[in-house]
């Protein structure tokens, strides 16, 4: 090899840079703030890094009694993530700190019809800015096992860097499509609002605003003949319109009901009018696809009625399933806690975690924990929806007052815990 070409080589291919584990700070202004965003990033960095040589994961900052800037100004701040390390606890000389500020949106969704005419199965699509007030602490309100949160980050974070970094993505190729599937209530397009939320905030050093756009897929199948198609195509011309907006990020949420279509359609037992919708989805996906300020995300209850076609988009397919007994202590343990903070459960202590409670199962079996521990064994099976709707129905039916004892919130879950399996016993 001649020494041009050896000195052409070592350019194209540059030595890796190694870089620290990257720790997430999340920071919150007030509703009326009018700080710069950089302003108050370069003091939240400031007032981390001079009052503490180490930080803990889920760690928040209230009180700012020293700092006036960040006491006028900042809501919270919280300590959310590592990326590049599975340490709890990181001493700061050995992370790069990632500033992360934003500002909630209060205002609240709007119906968008992407047409004139009135449509009989609701609005076409209902669009919310963001972040937005309405979608504050959803993400860490929702359980999954096996990491399922923190994998579509990193998915997320991969692909913004490949953009970042203008990879050809004709060579390594990628289109910016999760799909998430699962039986009906385990959170899935909870996870999907989640998600868009924190993209928001994660990615407001690139984009002063946010969007997602939740799509009607029934609205979509017009009562004229041919018309659905034409419908799609008028939804995604605006979608395209709001994605040429470089300085906005925009989510599209999708469901199963518009790429299930085609392959009925295909077999005879749908209109020829569903494969047109597909159709025209999938082209429309596909002009997307060099935008890097868009992500599609998609649910489903079947993978296996989806179009063969947009499956094979898609970048990620993750199952998300009901939750297990560690994933439903924490479910019952978020709704005990949030009831003894708004003071329905008058000695409302905060329940220890399903590790702690394991491990004092059998040297204290009374205790509360314990007893919530046996709750979410009993409750294998049951999705995520319906174990957040329980602490409801047991005060609905056995306790009826404005507070209660926490001994009496458990005695009242273990009833209705008993009723719902047996109900669910009968109907299956």
């Known amino acids: 090899m001649e020494e041009s070409e050896i000195n052409k080589y070592e350019k194209e291919f540059k030595k890796p840079i190694i870089h620290k584990p990257l720790l997430h700070i999340e920071c919150s202004l007030k509703e ?36 006036p800037l960040l006491m006028k100004h900042i809501e919270q701040i919280r300590v959310v993530e590592v990326s590049g390390s599975n340490k709890e606890i990181l001493y700061l000389d050995e992370v790069d700190l ?29 669009v919310t800015e963001l972040p937005s007030l309405s979608l504050e602490g ?52 909870s996870l999907c609002r989640a998600l868009a939320q924190k993209l928001s905030i994660r990615l407001s050093n690139k984009f002063s605003r946010g969007r997602i756009v939740e799509v009607n897929s029934h609205s979509l199948f017009s009562k004229w003949f041919s018309e659905s198609g034409k419908l799609v195509g008028k939804m995604f011309q605006q979608i395209h319109e709001m994605v ?16 299930a279509a085609r392959k009925a359609a295909a077999s005879g037992l749908e209109p020829s009018d569903g494969l047109r919708v597909v159709n025209s989805l999938l082209t429309q996906l596909d002009k997307l696809k060099p935008h890097k300020n868009v992500f599609i995300l998609t649910t489903s209850n079947l993978l296996e009625a989806m179009d063969p076609a947009f499956v094979d988009r898609i970048d990620i397919k993750q199952y ?29 202590i905060p329940v220890p975690s399903f590790t702690e409670a394991s491990i004092s199962l059998y040297s204290q079996p009374n205790s509360y924990s314990s007893r919530l521990y046996r709750i979410a064994v009993d409750c294998k099976g049951l999705s995520g929806r319906a174990l957040r709707r329980l602490p409801v129905l047991a005060h609905a039916k056995y306790l009826q007052r404005p507070c209660c ?16 399996l047996e109900f669910s016993m009968k109907i299956c």
């Open 32 to 67: 009326k703030s009018t700080c710069r965003f950089d302003t108050a990033s370069h003091h939240v960095r400031r007032f981390l890094l001079e009052n503490f040589s180490s930080l803990t994961l889920n760690t928040e900052f209230r009180n700012f009694e020293d700092e």
């Open 98 to 126: 990632d500033v992360h500020i934003y500002q909630l949106n209060n205002s609240l969704p709007f119906i968008n019809n992407f047409d004139d005419q009135d449509l009989e199965d609701g609005p076409m699509a209902i």
């Open 138 to 189: 959803l993400w860490d309100s929702l359980v999954f096992e096996d990491n399922i949160k923190n994998n579509l980050l990193h998915f997320i974070h991969t692909v913004m860097l490949f953009s970042d970094k203008d990879v050809n993505f004709n060579i390594v190729t990628w289109n910016r499509l999760i799909l998430l599937h699962g039986p009906p209530g385990t959170g899935k397009t």
């Open 244 to 259: 040429e907006d470089e300085d906005s990020f925009v989510c599209v949420l999708i469901v199963e009901s518009l790429t």
């Open 320 to 348: 998300v399933g009901d939750p297990n007994p560690d994933a439903i202590f924490a479910i019952l343990q978020s709704c005990i806690n949030e009831l003894g903070r708004k003071g329905l459960i008058g000695d409302g």
């Open 405 to 420: 004892t926490m001994n009496e919130m458990l005695c009242s879950l273990e009833k209705v815990v008993k009723e719902e």
